[in-house]
T-cell receptor, first 114, second 114 residues
């Protein structure tokens, strides 16, 4: 069965700290996509990144970076020098190639204090 | 501006009533989705539609109904058969399918049964 686990329910950090959000997935598909979405207090989910299962290169976008490791079925997300505006719930998701569904993790609530 | 509009933002329903949540997009996307979000459970897919006049059940379709008469619109009806409808409902759309393209989300409707 396909599954996404975000074991960290809530993380609190002080501004300028680095923080890593963990995501572990299970799938039998050989081709799949992994996603990260951010849900600010306003409610809508905002797309952050999509990663193809064949591309294991790490990616950096400003203060955000992602570490994809197929060997451990993980797709972790790091925020460097966190800011108060990073406070949100972050969801990791896995695609189901047969049915056009996304399987979401339960989310990690990040609180960044000034 | 292009985007997804959900209305209303807050909705109160008496037990036994049907209510309809609106979702409109002007992104010219073919695919649209309805998710339910409960605390600690992430997002669960209710229904999705990949083309006008066609839709598929998601993981928790019981007690819900949808229609897709126009490309721009994908309303969700929460029927009296849904035993626990209090939740946050999110609508999303994507160009052709969310398994390999990003999805765009509305700001959600919070439904409360009174």
């Amino acid at each position: 069965a396909q599954k996404v686990t975000q074991a960290q329910t809530e993380i609190s950090v002080v501004e300028k700290e680095d923080v890593t959000l963990d995501c572990v997935y299970e799938t039998r598909d050989t081709t799949y996509y992994l996603f990260w979405y951010k849900q600010p207090p306003s409610g809508e989910l905002v797309f952050l990144i999509r990663r193809n299962s064949f591309d294991e290169q790490n990616e950096i976008s400003g203060r955000y970076s992602w570490n994809f490791q197929k060997s451990t079925s993980s797709f972790n997300f790091t925020i460097t020098a966190s800011q108060v505006v990073d406070s949100a719930v972050y969801f990791c998701a896995l695609s189901d190639q047969n049915t056009d569904k996304l399987i979401f993790g339960t989310g990690t609530r990040l609180q960044v204090f000034p | 501006d292009g985007g997804i509009t959900q209305s209303p933002k807050y909705l109160f329903r008496k037990e036994g009533q049907n209510v309809t949540l609106s979702c409109e997009q002007n992104l010219n996307h073919d695919a649209m989705y309805w998710y339910r979000q409960d605390p600690g459970q992430g997002l669960r897919l209710i229904y999705y539609s990949q083309i006008v006049n066609d839709f598929q059940k998601g993981d928790i379709a019981e007690g819900y109904s949808v229609s897709r008469e126009k490309k721009e619109s994908f309303p969700l009806t929460v029927t009296s058969a849904q035993k626990n409808p209090t939740a946050f409902y999110l609508c999303a759309s994507s160009i052709s399918g969310q398994k390999n393209t990003e999805a765009f989300f509305g700001q959600g409707t919070r439904l409360t049964v009174v």
